[in-house]
T-cell receptor, first 118, second 115 residues
Framework: GAVVSQHPSWVICKSGTSVKIECRSL??????MFWYRQFPKQSLMLMAT?????????EQGVEKDKFLINHASLTLSTLTVTSAHPEDSSFYIC??????????????FGPGTRLTVT | GNSVTQMEGPVTLSEEAFLTINCTYT??????LFWYVQYPGEGLQLLLK???ADDKGSNKGFEATYRKETTSFHLEKGSVQVSDSAVYFC????WGSGGYQKVTFGIGTKLQVIP
């Protein structure tokens, strides 16, 4: 079945540095990938939607210059947290929608990346 | 905007007990409804779905019925097992203003089943 991986699974960085998180669809091509953020005891919040070869669409309140998203191929999207601060510490989850999917419900989720900014 | 409300939990049950996790939603359109499950250390997995009113989604003994009149999608299982211990997310999917699907999640309910 459709598998989505994320790398790294856990990262600790110092305040002011940048961190890149990768999201890969391992056995399918994804036209669209989604990035979510999950705070403890809270729901997943959609940050942005990225389509291969075009600019990402960010949700209201998400700083696009801080959370850089690149969807360079049909199997890879990256999220870069620039100039990270402790308040950016969170669990980041990506999902991918397969190519030529009918209906509006097929998304496959990665295992998440825990970011801790010290 | 769309929203999903579910009981916060945690819910602790004995093995073979009956499970109900309530979920209600608010949506402007005609969303599809889902339950996702997240086992410890793993990503979200689709458990079941329903795409229109009165549809019943079912999988692994879990069921949920899309009730448009009560805007609900409650998750049920007749006899839970220890292996069902996980966090369960209710969610809806609808088309966003940009022409792409957007999923809205509930807060997640942690289920712990004890032997």
């Amino acid at each position: 079945g459709a598998v989505v991986s994320q790398h790294p699974s856990w990262v600790i960085c110092k305040s002011g540095t940048s961190v890149k998180i990768e999201c890969r669809s391992l056995d399918f091509q994804a036209t669209t990938m989604f990035w979510y953020r999950q705070f403890p005891k809270q729901s997943l919040m959609l940050m942005a939607t990225s389509n291969e070869g075009s600019k990402a669409t960010y949700e209201q309140g998400v700083e696009k210059d801080k959370f850089l998203i690149n969807h360079a191929s049909l199997t890879l999207s990256t999220l870069t947290v620039t100039s990270a601060h402790p308040e950016d510490s969170s669990f980041y989850i990506c999902s991918a929608r397969p190519l030529r999917t009918s209906g509006n419900y097929e998304q496959y989720f990665g295992p998440g990346t825990r970011l801790t900014v010290t | 905007g769309n929203s999903v409300t579910q009981m916060e939990g945690p819910v602790t049950l004995s093995e073979e007990a009956f499970l109900t996790i309530n979920c209600t939603y608010t949506a402007t359109g005609y969303p599809s409804l889902f339950w996702y499950v997240q086992y410890p250390g793993e990503g979200l997995q689709l458990l079941l779905k329903a795409t229109k009113a009165d549809d019943k989604g079912s999988n692994k003994g879990f069921e949920a019925t899309y009730r448009k009149e009560t805007t609900s999608f409650h998750l049920e299982k007749g006899s839970v097992q220890v292996s069902d211990s996980a966090v369960y997310f209710c969610a809806l999917s609808d088309w966003g203003s940009g022409g792409y699907q957007k999923v809205t999640f509930g807060i997640g309910t942690k289920l712990q089943v004890i032997p």
